[in-house]
């Protein structure tokens, strides 16, 4: 399975837009790019995901460059509800989700 | 529909006891997974399932089995506890890898004395 980067930490102002950015210059083809958040100690909270083409859903928006080899999450207004780690995974048909240690964002007053 | 449910919550066992986590989904789900998450780190995947009957190992699988003999349920056994598999266990399941999400349980907080 390919492999992400991530920055270990970032702070948001609240109510401005949190972009957490993922490295992933050996995906392959066939690899999804998955964002997941883990708030506290709670299980992980799926919030997007995709291929080739950008997506938008109600929580956030995934750009991911041409070539694939990076991407970015962004949450549009982030509310200190936000404050989680957020993790970047990559799967394929190898039918597994593989965690690395992720982004922990803190969104400030 | 509660998704996905574990139990127990919370266990304290004794170095050398042995116990069985149980994950139960009710989405119909081919693909289970065990996950553990030790402090201020991400989660490792223990051991994962394919469908009904089937079991493979994933990146942390020593001192863990696990069994799927139905598809609704997949099972963690600590056949003798060792205080470094104190740890949160988390269990998913999911449709497929491609294209549709994971849904994680709350988690079992374990600790080995």
């Known amino acids: 399975d390919a492999k992400t980067t991530q920055p270990t930490s970032m702070d948001c102002a609240e109510g401005r837009a949190a972009n957490l950015p993922c490295n992933h210059s050996t995906i392959s083809g066939n690899e999804y790019v998955y964002w997941y958040r883990q708030i506290h100690s709670q299980g992980p909270q799926y919030i997007i995901h995709g291929l080739k083409n950008n997506e938008t859903n109600e929580m956030a928006s995934l750009i991911i460059t041409e070539d694939r080899k990076s991407s970015t999450l962004i949450l549009p207004h982030a509310t200190l509800r936000d404050t989680a780690v957020y993790y970047c995974?990559?799967?394929?048909?190898?039918?597994?989700?593989?965690f690395g240690t992720g982004t922990r964002l803190k969104v400030l007053a | 529909n509660a998704g996905v449910t574990q139990t127990p919550k919370f266990r304290v066992l004794k170095t050398g006891q042995s116990m069985t986590l149980l994950c139960a989904q009710d989405?119909?789900?081919?693909?289970m997974y065990w996950y553990r998450q030790d402090p201020g780190m991400g989660l490792r995947l223990i051991h994962y399932s394919v469908g009904e009957g089937t079991t493979a190992k994933g990146e942390v699988p020593d001192g863990y089995n696990v069994s799927r003999l139905k598809k609704q349920n997949f099972l963690l056994g600590l056949e003798s506890a060792a205080p470094s598999q104190t740890s949160v266990y988390f269990c998913?399941?999911?449709?497929?890898?491609?294209?549709?999400?994971?849904?994680f349980g709350q988690g079992t907080r374990l600790t080995v004395v």
């Open positions: 998913a399941s999911s449709y497929s890898t491609r294209g549709t999400e994971a849904f």
């Open positions: 989405m119909n789900h081919e693909y």
């Open positions: 995974i990559l799967t394929s048909g190898t039918y597994k989700y593989i």
